[in-house]
Protein backbone atom coordinates (compact mmCIF):
# COMPACT_ATOMS: atom_id res chain seq x y z
CA UNK A 1 0.00 0.00 0.00
CA UNK A 2 1.97 3.15 -1.46
CA UNK A 3 1.45 6.68 -2.55
CA UNK A 4 4.19 7.25 -4.87
CA UNK A 5 5.34 9.81 -7.54
CA UNK A 6 7.73 8.21 -10.22
CA UNK A 7 9.70 10.41 -12.17
CA UNK A 8 7.29 13.32 -11.53
CA UNK A 9 7.92 16.79 -13.69
CA UNK A 10 5.22 19.55 -13.19
CA UNK A 11 5.32 23.15 -15.26
CA UNK A 12 3.83 26.36 -14.90
CA UNK A 13 4.54 27.35 -18.18
CA UNK A 14 7.93 27.85 -19.27
CA UNK A 15 8.87 27.05 -15.19
CA UNK A 16 9.76 23.99 -13.46
CA UNK A 17 8.46 23.37 -10.70
CA UNK A 18 8.98 19.66 -9.76
CA UNK A 19 12.25 18.39 -11.52
CA UNK A 20 11.55 14.25 -12.17
CA UNK A 21 10.51 13.75 -8.54
CA UNK A 22 10.22 9.87 -7.40
CA UNK A 23 9.34 9.67 -3.76
CA UNK A 24 6.83 7.09 -2.27
CA UNK A 25 4.89 7.34 0.98
CA UNK A 26 4.03 4.29 3.41
CA UNK A 27 1.66 3.46 5.75
CA UNK A 28 2.22 3.96 9.09
CA UNK A 29 4.96 6.95 8.44
CA UNK A 30 4.89 10.43 10.08
CA UNK A 31 7.12 11.83 6.71
CA UNK A 32 7.97 15.87 6.67
CA UNK A 33 8.79 17.62 3.87
CA UNK A 34 10.86 20.78 4.25
CA UNK A 35 12.30 23.09 1.67
CA UNK A 36 12.90 27.27 1.25
CA UNK A 37 9.96 29.28 -0.07
CA UNK A 38 9.15 28.20 -3.70
CA UNK A 39 11.00 25.14 -3.45
CA UNK A 40 7.68 23.04 -5.00
CA UNK A 41 6.60 21.84 -1.56
CA UNK A 42 2.40 22.16 -2.40
CA UNK A 43 2.97 21.43 -6.20
CA UNK A 44 4.56 18.22 -4.83
CA UNK A 45 1.70 17.47 -2.46
CA UNK A 46 -0.71 18.54 -4.89
CA UNK A 47 0.82 15.96 -7.75
CA UNK A 48 1.36 13.34 -5.10
CA UNK A 49 -2.91 13.30 -4.28
CA UNK A 50 -3.34 13.36 -8.27
CA UNK A 51 -4.71 17.16 -7.76
CA UNK A 52 -2.96 18.78 -9.95
CA UNK A 53 -1.32 17.76 -13.83
CA UNK A 54 1.86 16.32 -14.27
CA UNK A 55 3.89 16.92 -17.55
CA UNK A 56 6.34 13.70 -17.02
CA UNK A 57 6.09 10.89 -15.15
CA UNK A 58 2.92 9.75 -12.81
CA UNK A 59 1.50 9.67 -9.54
CA UNK A 60 -0.25 5.80 -8.24
CA UNK A 61 -1.84 4.68 -5.25
CA UNK A 62 -1.20 0.90 -4.93
CA UNK A 63 0.41 1.02 -8.67
CA UNK A 64 -2.52 2.61 -9.99
CA UNK A 65 -2.41 5.65 -11.66
CA UNK A 66 -4.17 8.07 -9.68
CA UNK A 67 -5.08 10.44 -12.97
CA UNK A 68 -7.46 7.43 -14.12
CA UNK A 69 -8.87 6.57 -10.40
CA UNK A 70 -12.76 7.65 -9.59
CA UNK A 71 -12.43 11.19 -7.64
CA UNK A 72 -14.57 9.35 -5.35
CA UNK A 73 -11.52 6.51 -5.16
CA UNK A 74 -9.29 8.66 -4.66
CA UNK A 75 -10.69 11.07 -2.02
CA UNK A 76 -11.47 7.90 0.06
CA UNK A 77 -7.93 7.03 -0.14
CA UNK A 78 -6.39 10.62 0.44
CA UNK A 79 -7.08 13.01 2.74
CA UNK A 80 -6.05 16.76 2.03
CA UNK A 81 -5.53 19.74 3.80
CA UNK A 82 -4.57 22.66 1.43
CA UNK A 83 -2.02 25.84 2.43
CA UNK A 84 -4.88 28.62 1.80
CA UNK A 85 -8.54 28.67 0.65
CA UNK A 86 -10.93 27.57 3.40
CA UNK A 87 -14.58 28.33 2.73
CA UNK A 88 -15.58 31.37 1.89
CA UNK A 89 -19.14 31.32 3.08
CA UNK A 90 -21.19 31.76 6.33
CA UNK A 91 -21.69 27.59 7.11
CA UNK A 92 -21.65 25.78 10.18
CA UNK A 93 -17.98 24.30 11.49
CA UNK A 94 -19.80 20.78 11.61
CA UNK A 95 -20.76 20.93 8.01
CA UNK A 96 -17.54 21.92 7.10
CA UNK A 97 -15.87 19.09 9.07
CA UNK A 98 -18.85 16.62 7.50
CA UNK A 99 -17.68 18.08 3.94
CA UNK A 100 -14.33 15.58 4.14
CA UNK A 101 -17.47 12.85 4.38
CA UNK A 102 -18.38 13.71 1.03
CA UNK A 103 -16.89 10.67 -0.53
CA UNK A 104 -19.33 8.49 1.68
CA UNK A 105 -22.53 10.01 0.81
CA UNK A 106 -25.10 8.11 1.88
CA UNK A 107 -23.05 6.30 5.20
CA UNK A 108 -23.80 7.49 8.43
CA UNK A 109 -21.05 10.08 9.13
CA UNK A 110 -22.23 11.33 12.63
CA UNK A 111 -19.44 9.34 14.50
CA UNK A 112 -16.55 10.25 11.93
CA UNK A 113 -17.43 13.85 12.45
CA UNK A 114 -17.78 14.06 16.07
CA UNK A 115 -14.06 12.58 16.48
CA UNK A 116 -12.47 14.63 14.37
CA UNK A 117 -14.24 17.66 15.59
CA UNK A 118 -12.84 16.64 19.42
CA UNK A 119 -9.12 15.47 18.13
CA UNK A 120 -9.04 19.07 16.77
CA UNK A 121 -10.44 20.94 20.01
CA UNK A 122 -13.26 22.60 17.97
CA UNK A 123 -16.18 20.14 19.39
CA UNK A 124 -17.03 24.03 21.21
CA UNK A 125 -17.40 25.52 17.98
CA UNK A 126 -19.39 22.81 16.43
CA UNK A 127 -22.20 25.26 15.66
CA UNK A 128 -20.36 28.33 14.92
CA UNK A 129 -20.18 30.00 11.43
CA UNK A 130 -16.81 28.93 9.60
CA UNK A 131 -16.22 32.82 8.61
CA UNK A 132 -16.55 34.16 11.85
CA UNK A 133 -13.85 31.82 13.52
CA UNK A 134 -10.06 33.33 14.17
CA UNK A 135 -7.57 31.84 11.71
CA UNK A 136 -6.04 29.26 13.97
CA UNK A 137 -9.67 27.80 14.98
CA UNK A 138 -10.67 28.13 10.96
CA UNK A 139 -7.05 25.77 10.34
CA UNK A 140 -8.02 23.43 13.67
CA UNK A 141 -11.59 23.06 11.74
CA UNK A 142 -9.82 22.31 8.13
CA UNK A 143 -7.69 19.75 9.74
CA UNK A 144 -10.87 17.93 11.75
CA UNK A 145 -12.47 18.22 7.94
CA UNK A 146 -9.37 16.29 6.14
CA UNK A 147 -9.37 13.64 9.02
CA UNK A 148 -13.29 13.39 8.82
CA UNK A 149 -12.65 10.87 5.61
CA UNK A 150 -10.80 8.59 8.01
CA UNK A 151 -8.35 8.40 4.78
CA UNK A 152 -5.19 5.88 4.38
CA UNK A 153 -2.98 8.98 3.38
CA UNK A 154 -3.06 12.57 4.86
CA UNK A 155 -1.42 14.73 2.65
CA UNK A 156 -1.12 18.79 4.62
CA UNK A 157 0.14 21.38 3.76
CA UNK A 158 1.75 23.74 6.60
CA UNK A 159 -1.00 22.37 9.23
CA UNK A 160 0.36 23.64 12.38
CA UNK A 161 1.14 27.51 10.57
CA UNK A 162 -1.54 29.68 12.40
CA UNK A 163 -1.59 27.47 15.52
CA UNK A 164 -0.50 28.20 18.78
CA UNK A 165 2.44 26.62 20.63
CA UNK A 166 0.23 24.27 22.22
CA UNK A 167 -2.06 23.08 19.50
CA UNK A 168 0.88 23.01 16.94
CA UNK A 169 2.24 20.48 19.82
CA UNK A 170 -1.78 18.54 19.82
CA UNK A 171 -2.01 18.81 15.99
CA UNK A 172 1.68 16.94 15.70
CA UNK A 173 0.89 14.21 18.05
CA UNK A 174 -2.29 13.71 16.51
CA UNK A 175 -0.38 13.08 12.91
CA UNK A 176 1.45 10.78 14.63
CA UNK A 177 -1.38 9.00 16.65
CA UNK A 178 -2.43 8.76 12.87
CA UNK A 179 1.07 7.12 11.16
CA UNK A 180 0.84 5.44 14.58
CA UNK A 181 -2.34 3.07 13.48
CA UNK A 182 -1.33 3.35 9.98
CA UNK A 183 -1.40 6.34 8.28
CA UNK A 184 0.45 7.41 5.92
CA UNK A 185 1.38 11.36 6.71
CA UNK A 186 2.82 13.44 4.72
CA UNK A 187 3.17 17.71 6.19
CA UNK A 188 4.53 20.23 4.99
CA UNK A 189 6.35 22.36 7.90
CA UNK A 190 8.37 25.56 7.71
CA UNK A 191 9.44 25.06 11.72
CA UNK A 192 12.26 23.10 11.66
CA UNK A 193 12.49 22.62 15.52
CA UNK A 194 9.04 20.49 15.30
CA UNK A 195 9.99 19.31 12.16
CA UNK A 196 12.98 17.60 13.73
CA UNK A 197 11.62 16.27 16.78
CA UNK A 198 8.37 14.45 15.72
CA UNK A 199 9.07 13.14 11.95
CA UNK A 200 10.11 9.49 11.60
CA UNK A 201 11.41 10.70 7.42
CA UNK A 202 12.19 14.43 6.51
CA UNK A 203 12.17 14.85 2.82
CA UNK A 204 14.48 18.64 1.96
CA UNK A 205 13.73 20.02 -1.38
CA UNK A 206 15.06 22.51 -3.30
CA UNK A 207 14.28 24.18 -6.61
CA UNK A 208 12.25 21.11 -7.50
CA UNK A 209 14.45 18.20 -6.55
CA UNK A 210 14.51 16.37 -3.61
CA UNK A 211 18.20 17.00 -1.97
CA UNK A 212 17.65 15.00 1.48
CA UNK A 213 15.36 12.33 2.35
CA UNK A 214 16.27 10.01 6.01
CA UNK A 215 16.25 10.73 9.33
CA UNK A 216 15.64 14.30 10.63
CA UNK A 217 19.54 13.85 11.96
CA UNK A 218 20.69 12.66 8.69
CA UNK A 219 19.02 15.33 6.46
CA UNK A 220 18.90 18.70 8.84
CA UNK A 221 22.75 19.05 9.12
CA UNK A 222 24.58 22.27 9.01
CA UNK A 223 25.47 22.07 5.57
CA UNK A 224 22.15 21.44 4.90
CA UNK A 225 20.39 24.15 7.02
CA UNK A 226 23.28 26.69 5.38
CA UNK A 227 23.04 25.57 1.66
CA UNK A 228 19.45 25.26 1.46
CA UNK A 229 18.20 27.72 3.88
CA UNK A 230 21.07 30.20 4.04
CA UNK A 231 20.77 29.69 7.96
CA UNK A 232 23.42 29.06 10.69
CA UNK A 233 21.63 26.36 13.44
CA UNK A 234 22.07 25.08 16.93
CA UNK A 235 21.48 21.29 16.82
CA UNK A 236 21.24 19.40 19.54
CA UNK A 237 21.60 15.93 19.29
CA UNK A 238 20.36 14.30 22.59
CA UNK A 239 17.12 14.20 22.16
CA UNK A 240 18.11 15.97 18.40
CA UNK A 241 16.40 18.63 17.43
CA UNK A 242 17.73 21.78 15.46
CA UNK A 243 17.08 25.61 15.99
CA UNK A 244 17.37 27.80 12.92
CA UNK A 245 19.34 30.78 14.91
CA UNK A 246 21.10 33.26 12.26
CA UNK A 247 20.84 33.85 8.76
CA UNK A 248 23.85 33.53 6.37
CA UNK A 249 24.22 34.29 3.05
CA UNK A 250 25.90 32.07 0.89
CA UNK A 251 28.82 33.74 -0.05
CA UNK A 252 29.74 33.73 3.64
CA UNK A 253 30.48 29.94 3.70
N1 LIG B 1 -0.59 28.53 -10.27
C1 LIG B 1 0.68 28.82 -10.48
N2 LIG B 1 1.09 29.45 -11.61
C2 LIG B 1 2.38 29.74 -11.83
N3 LIG B 1 3.38 29.44 -10.96
C3 LIG B 1 3.04 28.84 -9.82
C4 LIG B 1 1.69 28.50 -9.51
N4 LIG B 1 1.67 27.90 -8.30
C5 LIG B 1 2.94 27.88 -7.87
N5 LIG B 1 3.77 28.43 -8.78
C6 LIG B 1 5.22 28.56 -8.66
O1 LIG B 1 5.76 27.27 -8.46
C7 LIG B 1 6.85 27.32 -7.57
C8 LIG B 1 6.62 26.33 -6.43
O2 LIG B 1 5.47 26.74 -5.70
P1 LIG B 1 4.99 25.91 -4.43
O3 LIG B 1 3.73 26.56 -3.96
O4 LIG B 1 4.94 24.47 -4.76
O5 LIG B 1 6.20 26.21 -3.42
P2 LIG B 1 6.33 25.89 -1.87
O6 LIG B 1 7.62 25.16 -1.67
O7 LIG B 1 5.11 25.20 -1.36
O8 LIG B 1 6.45 27.36 -1.27
P3 LIG B 1 5.99 28.04 0.11
O9 LIG B 1 6.95 27.56 1.17
O10 LIG B 1 6.18 29.48 -0.16
O11 LIG B 1 4.57 27.66 0.39
C9 LIG B 1 6.97 28.77 -7.10
O12 LIG B 1 8.01 29.38 -7.82
C10 LIG B 1 5.64 29.38 -7.46
O13 LIG B 1 5.79 30.75 -7.76
Redo the contacts with the bound molecule.
Sequence with gaps: MTLALTDATMR??K?T?LDRVSFTLAPGSFTVLV????????????ALGGLAPLQGGSASLDGHDLSEMPARERAKAIGWLP?RGGVAWPIAVEQVVALGRHPYSGVDSDHAVEAALAACDVAHLAQRSFTALSGGEQSRVLLARALAGEPRFLLV??PIADLDPAHQLDALALLRTRATDRVGVLA?L?DLALASRVADRVVL?QA?RIVGDGEARAVLTHDALRDVFNVAAHIEDEPFFVLPWERRSPERR
Design positions: YGRVGPNGAGKSSLLRQDEIHLG
